[in-house]
Structure formats: structure tokens, C-alpha cells
């Protein structure tokens, strides 16, 4: 099987059920987001790699605004703009998003272990709070993780199996980059020399 169709243009043939995977991704990252920006707001980067902006809450705000980025702007293109879509662009941005996750859900699950850890026996406590914001950015992480392979191996199928790509965009065939393209007429044969006459 080649693997031209995932440097083709245009968005490949995909299952509708696809287009409500990439929702859940955006619900879950905006729910993330919110989660993360509770996290680094409990304390307030005073802690450094355990809390705060440059902590496991830091990475999961960055990483939720890359999936808006990838998937808000793929589905944006594949809806308003097909012609548009660079399959190999989408790819790199889908397994970027996969690794991101893959480390923003890892560190929340670390960083949310260390702080549960040390509310045992205090009810309310911050340590407490910073730990349940943090796991729930794990679980929900874990989740979008889950969904960002499914999607990718479904859109790499799909590419693949449509090596042609989609060509040109309605109404645009013919064209080329610097005008349009006029189709070749037959004209013919035509004699350099006139023919001699026998004598």
C-alpha cells in the first residue's frame, strides 16, 4: 500500500462519526483548560515544577490550546475550505498533539500523586485541590489521548486509501498557478517543404 496519498491535497474521504470524535476533542480540551487554569490559580507559580504556570497545569493549558489550534482549525478547513487541506500538515499537527497529550496527561497523573499525597488527613486543604484539579487534567487528558490515536489511525486509513487526493476544488479544474490552462487543439500535420512534383 502507498503512501502517497498522505502528501495529497485535499481532506480524504472519512466517516461522519470521525467529525464527533474531533468535538469531543475540543469539549474535552476546553474542559481541560479550565481545569489547568484552576490548578496554576491555586497557588500561584509559587512552587514551581509541582504547580503554577511552569508546572503540570502549565503544559495542559499550552496543550489544550494546541488541540483548538489542530483540530478547530483542521475541521475549519475540511468544512469551509477543502481545497486547502495538506494532508502531511494535518498529520504532523495530529501526532505533535498525540505526544503533547501523551506528556501533559503523564505529569498531571505525577504532579496530582505528589499532592494527594500530602493532603492525607486535611479535608480542605490546597494540596488537596491542586491534586483533584490535576487528576481530573489526567483522566480527561488520558481520554483526549485515547481519541487523538483513534483519529489519526482512521485519517491515515482514509488517506491512504485515497492516493489521488481530491485534486482541485469545485469549479477550479483547469487552472493553473499563474492562469488558467487552455486544452492543447489538434492542428495538422503541416509540410515544411512544398511536395515536388514528378516530372
Known amino acids: 500500500m502507498s503512501t502517497q496519498g498522505l502528501t495529497a491535497k485535499g481532506v480524504p474521504p472519512q466517516p461522519l462519526w470521525l467529525l464527533y470524535i474531533k468535538i469531543a476533542i475540543l469539549v474535552l480540551s476546553l474542559i481541560t483548560l479550565g481545569l489547568g487554569a484552576w490548578a496554576v490559580s491555586i497557588f500561584g507559580g509559587y512552587l514551581g515544577g509541582y504547580g503554577g504556570p511552569t508546572g503540570a497545569g502549565g503544559l495542559v493549558i499550552f496543550t489544550a490550546i494546541w488541540s483548538f489550534i489542530v483540530y478547530g ?12 487541506f495538506y494532508r502531511i500538515g494535518a498529520l504532523v499537527g495530529y501526532i505533535l498533539h498525540i505526544i503533547f497529550w501523551l506528556s501533559a496527561w503523564a505529569w498531571s497523573a505525577s504532579a496530582a500523586a505528589f499532592w494527594l499525597s500530602y493532603s492525607y488527613g486535611f479535608y480542605n486543604s490546597s494540596w488537596k485541590s491542586e491534586g483533584q484539579a490535576l487528576g481530573a487534567c489526567a483522566g480527561l487528558g488520558a481520554l483526549i489521548w485515547v481519541l487523538s490515536i483513534v483519529h489519526l489511525v482512521f485519517f491515515v486509513r482514509a488517506s491512504m486509501a485515497d492516493p489521488e487526493g481530491s485534486g482541485p476544488a469545485l469549479g477550479t479544474a483547469g487552472q ?4 488558467h490552462v487552455k486544452p492543447e487543439q489538434q492542428y495538422p500535420a503541416q509540410q515544411t ?5 514528378p516530372q
Not at 493553473?176 to 492562469?179: D, Y
Open 73 to 84: 482549525g483542521a475541521a475549519a478547513i475540511e468544512i469551509w475550505a477543502p481545497h486547502f
Open 193 to 197: 517543404y512544398p511536395a515536388q512534383q
Open 176 to 179: 493553473a498557478e499563474l492562469g
